[in-house]
């Protein structure tokens, strides 16, 4: 075929008529395809001319910005973003010290930093392990300080987002693998375990985190023997260790059962033992299976750490509706609650996109 | 190599049971069991001596003791002076009442929404979208907060409330709505529909007889719900037709009649059934999307109608994906309807807190709660076990 012959051909071919393609051709498709479709975008239009302008009003324009008195505030329509100049403090860390709260700052970013480098399948490597092993004590040491200089923070004054990441992370690091032991024991076949690991599992699932919560923190003093009291904060960590155990076990058994039975058949004609045989051969591939399912164990887990706040203790939204208690700033609830709204949103979005590309990148074998 | 059999012989026996996987898996048994119970034993006695030291008795006695609180909102009579056993009662109403409206809201909202995902308009699915991350990522105590935020602070007082029809007020004591005024045509219409859904039922099992002996089809599902819109009116036309509402009327510094719904019940519902709703239209969203559309076709190729494809090919194998999952959501709005102490709604876990902190008696307390929800959850579970079973591919 010559240069001419493709020029001429070209020419008898006609571009689509205009109202097909560009941006008139995608409204056409996509908002007015049929008369109902017409008619719902314009409600929503509408909609949106009402909402918006006096919305971005409120938040904006209106709004009173900087450190004033709660007072000037009171005398406009608009958002009081004073509010969060004088409560952010409160609000991210509860009542740890002012002056020593650069140490939660930073305990909270390695936090972040080692978790979002976990989060990379090319991070998976030996190495990875060495970090966790370096950043744990780091935390615990920024946090409770008393040696290196750093004065000492009782736990009891922590709060904020680092007590909600806090709460959540070691909850989900103990509640995983006692998860994973709860899940085999669901699928063995010796009917004592598999009874009480499903007794467990069902009983724990069975009542609103709320119960465990007041279990942890009223019943488990009277179980201990006299003079042995566990503080409050353990207690709490401990209910939530085992709220998440019983939910992770679930997802895991998903992935569990949805094995093919070869798989153990091979696993047991190589003549490998019962912990081998899980270790090598059936927990990966499971676990595998089951990431979606405990990405979404995760973000709810993540969201039910803040029932902690009906026991007492200050995390993110404790101290949120601590900050709300002061008399001269009563009201600015709107701005409070969005504030921390954000906080979380920001935490369980990023959290349920990462378990759709995890999804995806590891389903690369048997996708076709 | 070759062990000479003499040498073994006293490890041997030892060795031999070791290597039974059916002895040593007695043997682990009976070490869990040994376990579980010397911990369990630990902690019982534990708890004798130390209730015994704070001189609280033990038992469910104190349901019979005068409870001394007064519940802001109750289904049955209660007092102050009532026993602990009715408070628990009330509480224990309140739950199922805020559980079982929100239950039928979210499903209704949450299918609405699931459908509008799906929309070919670009902003009815985005905005839908929308909707469920915002909903779905941000923890549901939270949001009960802003509900109960925007009721009590930022809606007017009853003097300036709004009254977006006439007779429905919403002001910062809450929503109130018209209530019809007590008649007995209400209890016949009441009977009448009992009687309609019996006959439904009747009629159907008839019909799926007749057309198992004969081919011939009945149309069911129309005369159904005839009779089951058309009986409650005839009950209430035979009543003689009452249409007196009583309106809520400004009263000093409330409102007086018709319907409350206090600002701490209509928090509640609203923040339960629009979380809930999210995680339905997920739910719902997948299971439209899970039936191959090879299915639509096949079905319109033999000819079928589009109301018919949907009824009978696209909802059942729709279902079988959708209600096992929205079950356990049906769940988990129960169970979260025990954040209802968080804002003051009398629910059975308010109840309990209250009673706990005066009694003491936290074991009893903690054990009427977990027995309360976990009947609740296991007869869900036998129900979904046997739908399951009944509605599950046969494979061969």
């Given at each position: ?5 493709t ?24 908002l ?12 929503i239009?509408w909609m ?14 209106d709004?009173v ?5 709660s007072?000037v505030?009171r ?12 409560k952010?403090?409160?609000i ?10 650069w ?5 909270m ?6 978790v979002?480098t ?8 030996k ?10 004590p780091a ?9 290196l200089?750093l ?10 987002l680092?007590l909600?990441?806090l ?26 375990i598999?009874?009480?690991?499903v ?13 465990i ?5 009223v ?6 023997p006299?003079g042995?009291t566990i ?10 260790i085992?709220f ?11 992935g ?7 798989q153990?058949e091979?696993?047991d ?6 912990w081998?045989?899980m ?5 990966p591939?499971a676990l595998?299976i ?6 979404n164990?995760f ?6 750490t803040s029932?902690?706040?009906?026991i007492g203790?200050f ?11 002061d ?6 609830y709107k701005?409070a609650?969005?504030?921390?709204a954000?906080i ?5 979005f ?6 759709q590309y ?11 | ?7 073994d ?5 030892v060795?031999a049971?070791?290597?039974?996987p059916?002895?040593?898996g007695i ?9 579980v119970?010397?911990?369990g034993?630990?902690l019982?006695s534990?708890?004798?001596q130390n209730?015994?030291e ?5 038992g469910f ?8 609180f007064?519940?802001s909102e ?6 102050a002076?009532?026993t ?5 009662l009330?509480?224990?109403?309140n ?8 239950i039928?809201l ?6 609405i929404?699931g459908?509008l995902r799906?929309?070919t ?9 929308v909707?469920?991350e915002?909903?779905?990522n941000?923890?549901v105590?939270?949001?009960?907060f802003?509900?109960y935020g ?5 809606l007017?007082?009853p003097?300036?409330a ?6 429905v007020?919403l ?5 109130m709505?018209?209530?019809?005024v007590?008649d ?10 009992a009687?309609?859904i ?19 089809q009945?149309?069911?599902f129309p005369?159904?719900?005839?009779m089951?819109?058309g009986?409650?009116?005839?009950g209430?036309?035979?009543?003689g037709?009452?249409?007196?509402f009583?309106l809520?009327?400004?009263q ?7 319907i409350?719904?206090?600002p701490?019940?209509a928090a ?5 059934t629009?979380?809930?709703?999210a ?8 299971g439209?999307?899970g039936v191959?559309y ?7 190729s ?24 929205t079950?356990?959501q ?5 169970k979260?309807?025990s954040?209802?102490?968080?804002i ?16 003491g008696?936290?074991?009893?307390a903690v054990t009427i709660?977990?027995?309360v929800y976990l ?11 046997w ?5 599950a591919l046969?494979?061969?």
């Amino acid at each position: 075929m010559t240069m001419s012959d493709t020029q001429q051909e070209s020419k008898t071919y006609q571009r689509p008529p205009l109202a097909r393609i560009g941006a008139i051709g995608w409204l056409r498709a996509n908002l007015f395809n049929t008369w109902y479709n017409s008619l719902l975008t314009i409600l929503i239009l509408w909609m949106f001319y009402k909402i918006i302008p006096p919305f971005v009003n409120w938040a904006l324009f209106d709004a009173v910005w900087g450190k004033v008195e709660s007072t000037v505030c009171r005398q406009t329509d608009g958002a009081c973003w004073a509010f969060l100049y004088e409560k952010a403090n409160l609000i991210l860390f509860g009542l740890y010290p002012f002056e020593e709260q650069w140490r939660p700052t930073i305990a909270m970013l390695i936090f972040i930093a080692v978790v979002a480098t976990s989060c990379h399948p090319s991070a998976w490597r030996k190495s990875l392990i060495l970090a966790w092993v370096i950043a744990v004590p780091a935390i615990a040491i920024l946090m409770w300080g008393g040696i290196l200089g750093l004065s000492y923070v009782p736990n009891t004054r922590w709060g904020g987002l680092p007590l909600t990441l806090l709460l959540s992370g070691v909850g989900l690091m103990f509640g995983f693998p006692i998860g994973v032991l709860l899940a085999l024991g669901r699928r063995s076949n010796m009917p004592a375990i598999r009874t009480l690991c499903v007794t467990y599992i069902e009983l724990i699932r069975g009542v609103p985190l709320i119960t465990i919560l007041f279990m942890a923190s009223v019943m488990f003093p009277l179980f201990l023997p006299t003079g042995l009291t566990i503080d409050k904060l353990l207690r709490a960590q401990i209910g939530l260790i085992m709220f998440a155990s019983a939910y992770l076990a679930e997802a895991v058994r998903g992935g569990l059962q949805s094995l093919p039975s070869g798989q153990y058949e091979a696993a047991d004609s190589l003549g490998l033992s019962y912990w081998k045989k899980m270790r090598l051969i059936i927990l990966p591939q499971a676990l595998r299976i089951s990431i979606p399912a405990l990405v979404n164990s995760f973000i709810s887990f993540f969201k039910d750490t803040s029932l902690v706040i009906i026991i007492g203790l200050f995390d993110l939204m404790g101290a949120t509706k601590a900050a709300l208690t002061d008399a001269a700033w009563r009201g600015f609830y709107k701005e409070a609650y969005l504030f921390t709204a954000v906080i979380y949103f920001v935490f369980c979005f990023f959290m349920s996109k990462y378990s759709q590309y995890l999804e995806q990148r590891l389903n690369v074998g048997t996708r076709r | 190599m070759t062990v000479p059999a003499g040498v073994d012989t006293d490890r041997k026996g030892v060795s031999a049971i070791w290597n039974d996987p059916q002895t040593r898996g007695i043997i682990y048994q009976a070490l869990a069991l040994i376990l579980v119970v010397l911990v369990g034993w630990f902690l019982f006695s534990n708890t004798l001596q130390n209730l015994e030291e704070r001189n609280i008795s033990t038992g469910f006695g104190f349901l019979d003791r005068s409870a001394g609180f007064s519940i802001s909102e109750s289904l049955v009579d209660y007092e102050a002076s009532d026993t602990y056993g009715r408070a628990f009662l009330v509480g224990l109403l309140n739950t199922f009442q805020v559980a079982l409206l929100g239950i039928f809201l979210a499903t209704i909202l949450g299918t609405i929404v699931g459908i509008l995902r799906l929309s070919t308009n670009w902003l009815v699915a985005k905005l839908a979208s929308v909707y469920v991350e915002v909903l779905r990522n941000i923890p549901v105590l939270l949001q009960l907060f802003v509900w109960y935020g925007v009721i009590t602070v930022s809606l007017p007082s009853p003097r300036q409330a709004f009254e977006p029809m006439p007779g429905v007020f919403l002001s910062n004591r809450g929503f109130m709505i018209p209530a019809p005024v007590e008649d007995p045509a209400y209890s016949y219409m009441g009977i009448a529909f009992a009687v309609a859904i019996l006959l439904s039922i009747t009629l159907r099992i008839w019909a799926r007889r007749r057309q198992y002996l004969t081919g011939a089809q009945f149309p069911v599902f129309p005369c159904s719900v005839g009779m089951l819109i058309g009986l409650p009116i005839l009950g209430w036309l035979i009543g003689g037709a009452p249409v007196v509402f009583e309106l809520p009327v400004l009263q000093g510094f409330n409102f007086q009649g018709g319907i409350t719904l206090s600002p701490e019940f209509a928090a509640l519902l609203l923040g339960l059934t629009t979380y809930t709703s999210a995680f339905i239209a997920e739910i719902v969203r997948g299971g439209i999307l899970g039936v191959d559309y090879g299915q639509t076709e096949a079905a319109a190729s033999l000819g079928l109608r589009r109301v018919r494809i949907l009824r009978f090919i696209i909802l059942p194998q729709a279902l079988r994906l959708i209600v096992p999952p929205t079950t356990s959501q049906y769940l988990n709005l129960t169970k979260n309807s025990s954040l209802a102490v968080a804002i003051g709604y009398p629910d059975l876990v308010s109840v309990g807190n209250t009673t706990l902190n005066q009694t003491g008696q936290a074991i009893e307390a903690v054990t009427i709660f977990m027995a309360v929800y976990l009947s609740f959850s296991l007869s869900i579970s036998v129900f979904m076990n046997w739908y399951n079973s009944r509605i599950a591919l046969v494979e061969r």
